[in-house]
Each structure stands twice: as C-alpha cells, then as structure tokens.
C-alpha cells in the first residue's frame, strides 16, 4: 500500500519558532511537493522538488525553505514562525507522469 | 496562472449522476487531465485521469471534448459520501514538474 507520511498531524509553535515539517515516501517518486490550505484559497503550492537536492519555488514560497537531502523525504521549513503561517500543510509525491498521492496533512497553529 | 475553471459549487440529490464541469482552454498536446477529490480534513485523493479518450474506471467516469478545451467528471449514482472539493488538474509534458491546484468545486449531494 502506498504511503506518504507527514510526521505531525497537529502541531503549535510560538512566534519566531524555527519549524520542521517532515514527509516521507515509500513509493520512490521523483517529485515531491508541500501545499498549505486555507479557508476559501484552496491548495496554494509552496515548493517543488523534482529530484534530490533540487528543489524549485511554487507561488507562495515566501517565509518558508525545504529540503530534500534523500529521495523519500522532503523537509519544510519555517525559519521564523509567524501567526498567518497558521495553516494546514499537505505534503503529496509523484511520478513526473501519474498520480499524486498525499499525507493526511499537518495542522500548523503559531501562537 | 489557473490553467482550470470549475465552478465553485454545485449540489446533487442522492442517487443521481453528478457531473462536474471543468474547462482547460489552454491545454497543451500532451498534458492530461486529473481529477482528485478532497473531503474535509482529508488529503486530496486521486480519481481519474485521462489524455484524449474517454475514461472509466471504479469511481467514475472522464469525458473530454474532442479539442481537449474541457472536460467533465462523472460520478454515475452519487451518494453522501461524495460530498468533497473537486479539483481538475492539467499535467504532463516534458519538464513539467509542478502541480498546481486550483479552488476546486464544492460538490453537496442532498439526500
């Protein structure tokens, strides 16, 4: 059974917090992705990586940084927390071709 | 950019076909159309895909117009299980890595 795991799945940090959300993958895809979702905004795509130690900006990858050192996992991370980085995270793989498959998702609260 | 128009909402009584209308009017010869679903406080699950013909699978059904410029999702006999956010995605291509989500539809099935 496929499997993408995200490390949390309700976390709180206190502002100016340095913040790691862990995903890893057990399917050895290719690309890797991290979303926050917000009431009313959808699944706005924060960073992308398509291989090892690349990694490629989505359209919100303002206040946030990854890392992708091993295939099977990808790292994000909040440098300095702040409260409108309260949010749901979603981490997904792929193939370049195919499917998508998702975590069950972290629920981030800066307080 | 939103490669993808949904409609933002849509209802279906139980029992009923529900269909789910999205337009890719900027779609390229070798991009494929996802569906994926996400209901509340779930990661997006995979649906159904397709390139030119159309598809069927367990879950529902894919038809896409001839010119490729949009297509709809079929669901033959929703139940209120079906109650989620419908997302339509366009992917492929030879470097296209990115996976980007639009607001989806929210479709309600009314008992």
């Known amino acids: 059974d496929v499997k993408v795991t995200q490390s949390s799945r309700y976390l709180v940090k206190r502002t100016g917090e340095k913040v790691f959300l862990e995903c890893v993958q057990d399917m050895d895809h290719e690309n890797m992705f991290w979303y926050r979702q917000d009431p009313g905004l959808g699944l706005r795509l924060i960073y992308f990586s398509y291989d090892v130690k690349m990694k490629e900006k989505g359209d919100i990858p303002e206040g946030y940084s990854v890392s992708r050192e091993k295939k099977e996992r990808f790292s994000l991370i909040l440098e300095s927390a702040s409260t409108n980085q309260t949010s749901m995270y979603l981490c997904a793989s792929s193939l370049t071709q195919g499917q998508a498959f998702f975590g069950q998702g972290t629920r981030l609260t800066v307080v | 950019d939103a490669k993808t128009t949904q409609p933002p909402s849509m209802d279906c009584a139980e029992g009923r076909a529900a269909n789910l209308p999205c337009n890719h009017s900027?779609?390229?010869?070798?991009?494929?159309v996802y569906w994926y679903r996400q209901i509340h406080s779930q990661g997006p699950q995979y649906i159904i895909h397709?390139?030119?013909n159309n598809e069927t699978n367990e879950m529902a059904s894919l038809i896409i117009t001839e010119d490729r410029k949009s297509s709809t999702l079929i669901l033959p006999h929703a139940t209120l299980r079906d109650t989620a956010v419908y997302y339509c995605?366009?992917?492929?291509?030879?470097?296209?890595?990115?996976?980007?989500f639009g607001k989806g539809t929210k479709l309600s099935v009314i008992p």
């Open positions: 397709g390139l030119k």
């Open positions: 900027t779609i390229s010869g070798n991009e494929y």
């Open positions: 995605i366009v992917r492929g291509g030879a470097g296209s890595y990115q996976l980007t």
